[in-house]
T-cell receptor, first 112, second 114 residues
Framework: DSGVTQTPKHLITATGQRVTLRCSPRSGDLSVYWYQQSLDQGLQFLIQYYNGEERAKGNILERFSAQQFPDLHSELNLSSLELGDSALYFCASSTSTSQPQHFGDGTRLSIL | AQSVTQLDSQVPVFEEAPVELRCNYS??????LFWYVQYPNQGLQLLLKYLSGSTLVKGINGFEAEFNKSQTSFHLRKPSVHISDTAEYFCAVRSVDGADGLTFGKGTHLIIQP
């Protein structure tokens, strides 16, 4: 158990819809990262937050957004969903940007 | 920007045999290096990390890796594999200044044959 909690584990929705994925980091971790894992693109970094502030952006689409709340949990919002957004979305956390990241079990998003 | 190349998409090995999973990286800045393992339907688990110091690092489950700066490699090794080592293994890098997330290789599927 990594200590990183992601909900829900599975999400099935339709094209054009909007969903919110939630992540609770390990106790004491200030940094939260979001990644997308798909068969064609592999594992890709989306975005990082540190203590509520956006710290780095990766290959995140404009239809996607994230935030980190004062209690340090984070949400990833995906809107105008397309079939290609079907993937496993991981959250990771670390104590600081120089420390290893610990991953949650992911949310599997299926777009029908 | 960084890139990671895992040279083998699949490595079949007999149980109790040694294994090496290869990883090469490219970066214009100093990086930290990591190996993660992903078991079916699970998240990624950190196997080992190289941040600084000794270039030979030991991780969990009997794995070790050696950082070679001149060859920009970080190969993962285990002297004797077990059936439970069957999984997907990912090599990853991240810049030392921390201004980005992890850049992953495409993964190597380790298949242990009895």
């Amino acid at each position: 158990d990594s200590g990183v909690t992601q909900t829900p584990k599975h999400l099935i929705t339709a094209t054009g819809q909007r969903v919110t994925l939630r992540c609770s980091p390990r106790s004491g971790d200030l940094s939260v990262y979001w990644y997308q894992q798909s068969l064609d693109q592999g594992l890709q970094f989306l975005i990082q937050y540190y203590n509520g502030e956006e710290r780095a952006k990766g290959n995140i689409l404009e239809r996607f957004s994230a935030q980190q709340f004062p209690d340090l949990h984070s949400e990833l919002n995906l809107s105008s969903l397309e079939l290609g957004d079907s993937a496993l979305y991981f959250c990771a956390s670390s104590t600081s940007t120089s420390q290893p990241q610990h991953f949650g079990d992911g949310t599997r998003l299926s777009i029908l | 920007a960084q890139s990671v190349t895992q040279l083998d998409s699949q490595v079949p090995v007999f149980e109790e045999a040694p294994v090496e999973l290869r990883c090469n990286y490219s970066s214009s800045v100093s990086v930290y290096l990591f190996w993660y393992v992903q078991y079916p339907n699970q998240g990624l688990q950190l196997l080992l990390k190289y941040l600084s110091g000794s270039t030979l690092v030991k991780g969990i489950n009997g794995f070790e890796a050696e950082f070679n700066k001149s060859q920009t490699s970080f190969h993962l090794r285990k002297p004797s594999v077990h059936i439970s080592d069957t999984a997907e293994y990912f090599c990853a890098v991240r810049s030392v200044d921390g201004a980005d997330g992890l850049t992953f290789g495409k993964g190597t599927h380790l298949i242990i044959q009895p």
